[in-house]
């Protein structure tokens, strides 16, 4: 009799080959990029330091596809991006010490974003490992510890024959639900000595399905057919987990309006009779979900944000579902259950009765209504305007990447996605550099759709050097840079609290005549001109800068009533 664990999976013929008769001088960084290539990488991000040169160096032997930003940050934030848009772990190849540290804000917001990130560091020589002090450039006494706060898993080579079970395991890691960054750390001398470890052949991984719990669903299922008034909040789980269509099904056969966070957005039709749309900074729509006597949370842990920060509190029976298990029931009592969002409305939809419910169309109907009447009051009709304007200029499938700036809050709220997975924002961690570079990884993924960046004029200068790589790379994003002089919502912030604000204005360049010195083509745009000119930049090939000088304001907060 055969059982399961004695079947082994035969090398080829090439495979065979390959190995017996590696090409000759290889070294450790061969092993890095064959490895990648054995789990099926085709492009890879990064900046070169001297302790990484062994990969580097490796590059050039291999076919990956490399993509080198200028900034570590940067180039983790178009990995990011990339991860997002193919669903794929996107390799992320830093050097030691400042060029590793550099990348943890863009770390931080794959993490938050569940995005899968690869990033592979070298280190300081073996001697130097163990924080023995030895002086080595660019040491620290513990490089793994400054990330094992921020990535899912970290793991320490120490020699060449680990090198290809350490990024597999990490590859896995990285694509196991939920998905996010982890980080590899190889020394200098392990990626540059020369090697007898065979060449890398194969390394396909599986990561394992999250599936829900059987008694769990079944519950689930018959609280939201017995419920008078369900509801469900959909957020960046369903996207991540495509499933979008699975989510429509069940909204559709319980009669339950759906909202969807921030994370979220394109996770249900914009205008369907039971969108809610995504208006979560807003007390009408936080009324509305703490009414419900059965509420269905999917793929969101309910923080400050999905929460009208942390002001929402159900009254009704709450289910969530989350893949991370750290989330679940982190902010509220719940029937948690721990799964992919996929499979879990998956089996909903199989236990789950048909509800009729008339009056559902009707009360999201009267619930939007109020929404529009309480922005009405406020007199914001140029940044409607200018949201509509963007929205008009960009095709249907194009995806967005917006960055932590006024016009990007708005969106949050205001914009239709139009598509699951197009819109993408910095809102997971919340810093500052995000739109541009992440839309450059997001060219280098899909070429057949012009991506759109959005920026403020304080953010635009966190990542102005990334038109160097657009250019290079001949990358199609347009960027939108919304410049009112200095970070504007700060501005905001500290009016409000203070009176008036400090250390928020900017002293900033001509961002045309800035754009055009590195070759990209720029345009300044008014509110009044800037769906055509945004229309234009994008269905031109390769990057494009276009500026728009406008003041925009925030729509008046609800928490604090």
């Known amino acids: 009799m055969t059982h399961d ?56 032997r291999s076919d990956l596809r490399y993509i080198g930003l200028r900034v570590e940050n940067n180039a983790g934030f178009a990995a990011d991006a990339y991860g997002r848009i193919t669903g794929e772990a996107a390799p992320l190849l830093l050097s030691t010490g400042p060029g590793a540290l550099t990348s943890l804000a863009a770390l931080q917001e794959a993490r938050a974003a569940s995005a899968p990130v690869l990033a592979i560091s070298s280190q300081v020589p073996t001697a130097g490992l163990g924080g023995g002090r030895h002086g080595y450039l660019h040491e620290l006494p513990d490089q793994a510890a400054s990330f094992r706060g921020v990535v899912k898993s970290v793991h320490t080579v120490r020699t060449q024959s680990q090198i290809p079970s350490a990024i597999a395991e990490a590859w896995t890691s990285a694509l196991t639900v939920p998905h996010g960054p982890v980080w590899v750390e190889i020394p200098q001398d392990v990626l540059l000595a020369e090697t007898s470890v065979p060449q890398v052949t194969g390394g396909d991984t599986l990561p394992g399905d999250l599936p829900p719990r059987p008694e769990l669903t079944a519950v689930a299922a018959d609280l939201l057919t017995r419920a008078e008034r369900p509801a469900i909040i959909a957020g960046g789980g369903v996207v991540r987990a495509d499933a979008s269509g699975k989510l429509r099904q069940l909204a559709e056969r319980l009669q339950a309006p759906v909202v969807t966070t921030f994370g979220g957005k394109g996770a249900f039709p914009w205008t369907h009779p039971l969108s809610l749309q995504s208006w979560l900074e807003d007390r009408h729509t936080t009324d509305f979900l703490e009414d419900a006597d059965v509420l269905l949370v999917v793929g969101s842990g309910l923080g400050e944000l999905s929460s009208n920060y942390h002001t929402f509190a159900p009254r009704g029976r709450v289910i969530q579902i989350e893949a991370d298990l750290g989330k679940l029931e982190s902010n509220h009592p719940a029937l948690g259950i721990h799964a992919d969002a996929r499979l879990a409305l998956q089996a909903l939809l199989e236990t789950a009765d048909e509800r009729q419910d008339p009056t559902a169309p009707e009360r999201v109907r009267a619930l939007l209504d109020k929404v529009r009447g309480r922005i009405a009051s406020q007199d914001l009709t140029l940044e409607q305007d200018v949201l509509a304007a963007v929205r008009a200029a960009l095709p249907k499938n194009a995806p967005s990447f917006w960055d932590m700036t006024i016009l990007a809050y708005w969106a949050w709220s205001a914009f239709d996605a139009q598509a699951p997975n197009t819109m993408h924002s910095a809102q997971g961690a919340g810093g500052l550099g995000y739109g541009f570079p992440a839309a450059l990884g997001a060219a280098a993924a899909d070429p057949t759709h012009p991506v759109l960046a959005v920026s403020g004029d304080g953010g635009a200068l966190y990542s102005i050097a990334e038109l160097a790589t657009a250019r290079q790379y001949g990358l199609n994003v347009t960027w939108l840079i919304v410049d009112d002089g200095g970070y504007g919502i700060l501005r905001e912030y500290m009016t409000d609290a203070f009176g008036q604000p400090t250390a928020t204005e900017l002293s900033r360049p001509d961002y045309v005549a800035l754009a055009e010195s590195f070759g990209v083509p720029g345009v300044r745009t008014s509110p009044e001109t800037l769906e055509a000119d945004l229309a234009k930049a994008l269905a031109a090939p390769g990057p494009s800068v276009v500026v728009l000088p406008a003041v925009l304001r925030m729509f008046a907060p609800t928490h604090l009533d």
């Open 5 to 60: 664990h004695d079947l082994v999976l035969r090398p080829t013929a090439d495979q065979t080959e390959a190995a017996l008769n590696p090409p000759p001088g290889r070294n450790g960084g061969d092993l890095v990029v064959e490895t990648l290539a054995g789990l099926g990488a085709t492009t890879v991000f990064g900046l070169p330091g001297q302790h990484a040169l062994g990969m580097f160096d490796a590059l050039r």
